[in-house]
């Protein structure tokens, strides 16, 4: 955050009330041959429209948004938004699942996966169709706690994921009894991976005991082809990072998708057998 923001509770809580909080979408690109480098999902990634400011990354504003229990308001504002717009991309043909990050002072709240079912349900939607994301540290902080709530959220259907791992302190039983779907490897390994042997051998080691514990793997921060190729290698089923696209606003969404699968259009860049991507 830059020494020179003032943010207060006050203009936080106007800012939830109000129309500033605008939830940014950054797509996750599907690797396996078959799917064709195709986008089934993207993370849902909340800014603030500052009057003053301009745009404010919510790392500038969720710790605050946590102390003071604004962050429930908050939630409830990026999760509503989130559905709504996998509604709509539904309604113009584009079918996409959505992650939305939850903090870990919400796991208390026993009723959000019944809230967060009968919003789906209102909507029209599958509850597969969202994925709860919750961090390796959060998760892990109370993990008989997380397993209750997570437990819940799983038997509603919705898919469950783990994220920054690599950051935290899981044990091995505490993730073989949480039912988690999906594994997000920490950013600083896989951005790091294009001039680092060790930040390598942990991708690897991650993506090898997330599927052996029958997890998905996503790698979030993939910012060059040779890491996205690497990945791919390594059997990692999605990647999420700069390379493919920043998080951006929801109605770019179906542009951008349309300018990455038209790079197999491209002679240049690197063969995958069914697609070439192009740069
Ligand atoms: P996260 O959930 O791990 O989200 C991924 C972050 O990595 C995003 O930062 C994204 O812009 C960034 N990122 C993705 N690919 C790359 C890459 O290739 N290179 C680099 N350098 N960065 C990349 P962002 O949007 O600033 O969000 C930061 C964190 O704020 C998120 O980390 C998440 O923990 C939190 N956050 C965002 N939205 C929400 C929300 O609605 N609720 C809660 N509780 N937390 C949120
Ligand atoms: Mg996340
Ligand atoms: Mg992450």
New binding site residues.
């Given amino acids: 955050m830059d020494a020179v923001f003032q943010i207060t509770e006050r203009d936080l809580r106007e800012a939830i009330e109000g129309a500033q909080l605008v939830?940014?979408y950054?797509p996750k690109v599907s690797l396996s041959a078959e799917e064709g480098f195709d986008v089934h999902a993207c993370?849902?990634?909340?800014?603030w429209q500052h009057p003053q400011y301009g745009m404010v990354?919510?790392?500038a504003f969720?710790p605050l948004?946590?102390a003071t229990g604004l962050?429930s308001p908050?939630?409830d504002r990026?999760v509503a938004a989130t559905v709504n717009q996998i509604r709509l991309w539904e309604d113009q043909g584009l079918s996409l699942s959505v992650a939305?990050?939850?903090?870990p002072r919400l796991l208390d709240d026993l009723e959000l996966p019944d809230r967060f079912s009968d919003l789906m349900e209102r909507h029209g939607l599958p509850a597969s169709r969202l994925i709860v994301?919750i961090?390796e540290s959060g998760a892990m902080a109370d993990a008989t706690k997380t397993t209750d709530i997570l437990v819940r959220f799983r038997l509603k259907g919705f898919g469950l994921s783990l994220?920054?791992f690599g950051t935290g302190y899981s044990s091995l039983v505490q993730l073989h009894r949480m039912p988690f779907s999906e594994m997000?490897i920490d950013?600083s390994f896989v951005?790091d991976m294009d001039h680092d042997e060790e930040a390598k051998a942990i991708v690897h080691s991650i993506v090898h005991l997330g599927h052996n514990l029958g997890l998905h793997l996503c790698a979030?921060?993939?910012?060059t082809l040779d890491s996205l190729k690497w990945l791919r290698e390594a059997g990692c089923e999605t990647a999420?990072?700069?390379?493919m696209s920043?998080?951006i606003p929801a109605e770019d969404v179906p542009s951008w998708r349309d300018e990455w699968l038209a790079k197999d259009m491209e002679p240049r860049g690197v063969n995958y057998g069914t697609k070439t991507l192009g740069l």
């Fill in positions: 939830v940014y950054q993370e849902a990634l909340v800014r990354f919510p790392d969720i948004a946590e962050i908050l939630t990026v939305v990050n939850l903090t994301e961090t994220d920054d997000k950013r951005m979030e921060g993939v910012e999420q990072g700069y390379y920043r998080p």
